[in-house]
């Protein structure tokens, strides 16, 4: 299923960033609370301090050929939630979209790195997390938000209705 990470200081542009994932790539079947993103200091020049975070679970199989076209749609909506002229943050808005399965979550980057793949128009994919052992867990290389038990068990959570959304699916496909 197709996950969207929503991280900014602004109330309203989480809501602006949500709106385009319902209009554009579905509905959203399971939202996270918001986080607290205070594990790196990387976005405070351009976004301000006091981040938060957001995951949300878009409904339906994603198909995985189709993330980099997400990144660089996520991408251009950063730029025009910018345009908007409301914010007093040079980047109010971060969308990253992954997906997840229910033996990894992967995120699409813009920043090539020595463990990411390139998918296309500049965009690589990370395997960020996998499950094993009935519990997420980390590669060296996982940010350490993503780490944190209470992004995970939301992770754990957005795993259970992807595997009943794959039941419902096997279900008709048999009764066909």
């Known amino acids: 299923m197709l996950l969207v990470a929503i991280f900014s200081r602004h109330d309203d542009a989480l809501a602006w960033a949500r709106d385009r994932v319902l209009t ?87 920043k090539d790195r020595s463990h990411r793949i390139y998918l296309a128009s500049g965009i690589y994919a990370e395997e960020t997390l996998f499950f094993h052992d009935r519990r997420w867990q980390a590669r060296p290389w996982t940010y350490a938000d993503y780490q944190r038990d209470d992004f995970q068990e939301f992770f754990t959570k957005a795993r259970g209705v992807l595997k009943l959304e794959t039941h419902k699916t096997h279900g008709r496909d048999q009764q066909s």
Not at 97 to 102: K, R
């Open 24 to 110: 554009h790539w579905g509905q959203v079947v399971l939202e996270s609370q918001k986080f607290s993103f205070k594990e790196t200091t990387y976005y405070e020049d351009d976004m301000g301090a006091e981040l938060i975070k957001q995951f949300l679970i878009v409904e339906g199989q994603f198909d995985p050929q189709g993330l980099a076209e997400r990144k660089l749609e996520s991408n251009r909506w950063e730029e025009q939630c910018g345009e908007l002229g409301i914010y007093p943050d040079k980047r109010p808005l971060n969308i990253d979209p992954g997906y997840i399965t229910p033996i990894k979550l992967v995120l699409a980057s813009t």
